[in-house]
């Protein structure tokens, strides 16, 4: 799921160009396709995924990332948390806060990662799809939905300014502060 969150980040950020955006759309379209069957342990999905990274990786390595990373960062060292079980939780709250910014790259994001129908979507229609394919896929793959149970109160502003000050945070097609950030981590208590 960390690969999946870098080939989207890496899509939708602003440092994003027609090269990368053809090594993302690949990386999600391929981590779609075979991550329920790595997770299964089947050599084909092992495959599947192993190039997919890669091509993530080569995508956004060119590119940076976004608010995603950034948050997931934090909460990887606060509470010893999977760095891509923390991207994984996180993803559909960043692609729902970057949406508007996005322009029509959750389309393509929602293509990608095999929704029928969605060239007949509105834009609207477009990103709530791309978002729920992002939550079916991690659903599938036993990521929890949210921070219940992990995410202290106590602990957000902290979060917040660290993922405010991260590196890949000024990649991110959205700009946002501090409080846009510690809202998006309370949403997911």
Do not use: W
Request: charged residues 20%; contains cysteine.
């Amino acid at each position: 799921m960390d690969a999946l969150t870098h080939a989207i980040e890496g899509y939708i950020t602003k440092a994003a160009c027609p090269m990368t955006d053809m090594m993302h759309l690949e990386a999600i379209r391929l981590i779609s396709l075979h991550l329920r069957d790595a997770v299964a342990n089947k050599p084909s999905g092992r495959e599947g995924m192993a190039l997919g990274q890669y091509i993530a990786g080569m995508g956004f390595s060119n590119v940076g990332l976004g608010v995603d990373h950034s948050m997931a960062h934090g909460l990887s060292a606060l509470y010893d948390m999977p760095h891509g079980k923390a991207c994984a939780i996180l993803l559909p709250t960043a692609m729902k806060f970057n949406a508007p910014a996005t322009g029509t790259k959750y389309r393509k994001i929602a293509e990608a990662m095999g929704v029928k129908g969605v060239e007949k979507m509105t834009l609207a229609q477009a990103r709530k799809a791309a978002i729920a394919a992002v939550e079916k896929l991690s659903a599938d793959v036993g990521i929890p939905p949210d921070l219940k149970g992990v995410l202290k109160k106590e602990d957000v502003q902290f979060l917040a300014e660290s993922a405010y000050a991260d590196a890949c945070r000024p990649g991110n097609p959205r700009d946002c502060t501090v409080e846009q950030i510690a809202k998006l981590y309370k949403s997911l208590m």
